[in-house]
Antibody, heavy 120, light 111 residues
Framework: QVTLRESGPALVKPTQTLTLTCTFS??????????VSWIRQPPGKALEWLAR???????YYSTSLKTRLTISKDTSKNQVVLTMTNMDPVDTATYYC????????????WGQGTMVTVSS | QSVLTQPPSVSAAPGQKVTISCSGS????????VSWYQQLPGTAPKLLIY???KRPSGIPDRFSGSKSGTSATLGITGLQTGDEADYYC????????????FGGGTKLTVL
């Protein structure tokens, strides 16, 4: 059974750096074709893709947020970490991690999401 | 403003059929596979359709997907009250602003 779980702070202050961890089980990120992405959703708004890391350590970022994002993986711990710098209240959202299958071009399994509020 | 355009809302009666459109361009839908996601209130999105028209295991055949040119469509037949949710299309965009893109979402109301 494949599962993903997001963890991180529920509240961050403006200008701070957000660090989120996605801990997964049921698959290996060293297996060809496996990828993990981060997606966020502000309250009442649409999904927004943030970043993706692949089994071969290729990384892709949202063009609009590229300068603020870093994605990395620890294959031995089955974790993917996303950092976002210079947080702003507009970054308040539920942050999801999801498994992306390259062969299917789709997010097949999603975590439950973690709500992050940016406020002083 | 989303790269992919979906109608904000659709509605239909139980048992009826509804379609949700997703319009893009040659840099995204026109040259890449489309996936569809269902997001029930207060929950994470769930994959309904991948590769334009394939259903993952466990997704009933009431849900279907199609693609033509730079547009894609999600169809739902035999509507149930439990289908009330937000639906999102997604695909890869190969333009200068390359990345995964989603539609703005469509709220389905089953009257």
């Amino acid at each position: 059974q494949v599962t993903l779980r997001e963890s991180g702070p529920a509240l961050v202050k403006p200008t701070q750096t957000l660090t989120l961890t996605c801990t997964f089980s049921g698959f290996s990120l060293s297996t060809s074709g496996m990828c993990v992405s981060w997606i966020r959703q502000p309250p009442g708004k649409a999904l927004e893709w943030l970043a993706r890391i692949d089994w071969d350590d290729d990384k892709y970022y949202s063009t609009s947020l590229k300068t603020r994002l870093t994605i990395s993986k620890d294959t031995s711990k089955n974790q993917v970490v996303l950092t976002m710098t210079n947080m702003d209240p507009v970054d308040t959202a539920t942050y999801y991690c999801a498994r992306y299958i390259a062969a299917r071009d789709a997010f097949d399994i999603w975590g439950q999401g973690t709500m992050v509020t940016v406020s002083s | 403003q989303s790269v992919l355009t979906q109608p904000p809302s659709v509605s239909a009666a139980p048992g009826q059929k509804v379609t949700i459109s997703c319009s893009g361009s040659s840099s995204n839908i026109g040259n890449n596979y489309v996936s569809w996601y269902q997001q029930l209130p207060g929950t994470a999105p769930k994959l309904l359709i991948y590769d334009n028209n394939k259903r993952p295991s466990g997704i009933p055949d009431r849900f279907s997907g199609s693609k033509s040119g730079t547009s894609a469509t999600l169809g739902i037949t035999g509507l149930q009250t439990g289908d009330e949710a937000d639906y999102y299309c997604g695909t890869w965009d190969s333009s200068l602003s390359a990345g995964l893109v989603f539609g703005g979402g469509t709220k389905l109301t089953v009257l």
